[in-house]
């Protein structure tokens, strides 16, 4: 089972986390402040990290930088009362992975650790098939009911996102650090994936493939 540092200055809210995880079957790692995080990450033996933002000394968004800058891709999951668009897209320029607001939903914290996890861990399948739809990541193509569809490339890099996580949801703000970075908004975001539903969906106005998960982004149902 894969093991989770967690970098959390509040007892509360880190007491919490290492019950549930723990519950999950996960090997767990704590630290108090950002200074003995970046100290335990660096000491290795971790598969991902929860950091918090607000730490007094050395920051989260601090913490973050360093271990990118030194060559660190143990994936990271902000977790923090600061819910400003800024703040989650700097945290994500930073290189982490996803960010979760405060308060949050533990299950859904729970699903954003397993796909994390999944994606940085698990080789991605390349051929994927849900019903009439037919995914083939090496070859860049996409059929319905045996049918080229005509994407660009941005659409085809959100569905391959969505597809290779199916039932889990994927922030707006993961797709537009993975794909843009600066330079756009969630409603570019929003536009893609309308465009994606005229051609996946059978009734883009009612989606059953590409759902919306309100206030965090969008998943794919199989």
């Not at 994606?119 to 739809?133: D, H, K, M």
């Not at 490339?153 to 922030?171: C, D, H, M, R």
């Not at 539903?197 to 309100?214: A, C, F, G, N, Y």
């Amino acid at each position: 089972m894969s093991t989770i540092l967690i970098i959390e200055d509040d007892q509360s809210i880190l007491t919490g986390l290492v019950d549930n995880l723990s519950m999950e079957g996960y090997r767990i790692k704590t630290a108090g402040d950002g200074k003995a995080g970046l100290k335990a990450a660096e000491e290795g033996g971790v598969d991902l990290i929860i950091l918090d933002i607000m730490m007094p000394g050395m920051d989260g968004f601090q913490v973050c930088r360093h271990l990118r800058e030194k060559g660190d891709k143990t994936p990271v999951i902000i977790l923090s009362a600061r819910g400003q668009e800024t703040d989650k897209v700097l945290g994500l320029q930073l290189g982490a992975d996803d960010y979760v607001a405060k308060p949050f939903n533990v299950q859904e914290l729970l699903m954003r650790i397993k796909a994390v996890l999944r994606r940085t861990t698990a080789p991605e399948p390349q051929v994927a098939t849900f019903g009439n739809l037919k995914f083939d990541f090496q070859r860049y193509e996409v059929t319905k009911d045996g049918k080229p569809l005509k994407l660009t490339a941005n659409e085809f890099t959100i569905l391959k996102l969505l597809v290779q996580n199916p039932g889990i949801p994927v922030s707006r703000h993961k797709i537009l650090a993975d794909i843009w970075g600066e330079g756009a908004t969630s409603r570019t975001v929003d536009t893609h994936i309308w465009n994606l539903r005229e051609k996946l969906e059978d009734d883009p106005s009612h989606p059953v493939h590409i759902v919306t998960v309100q206030r965090i982004g969008y998943k794919f149902v199989p």
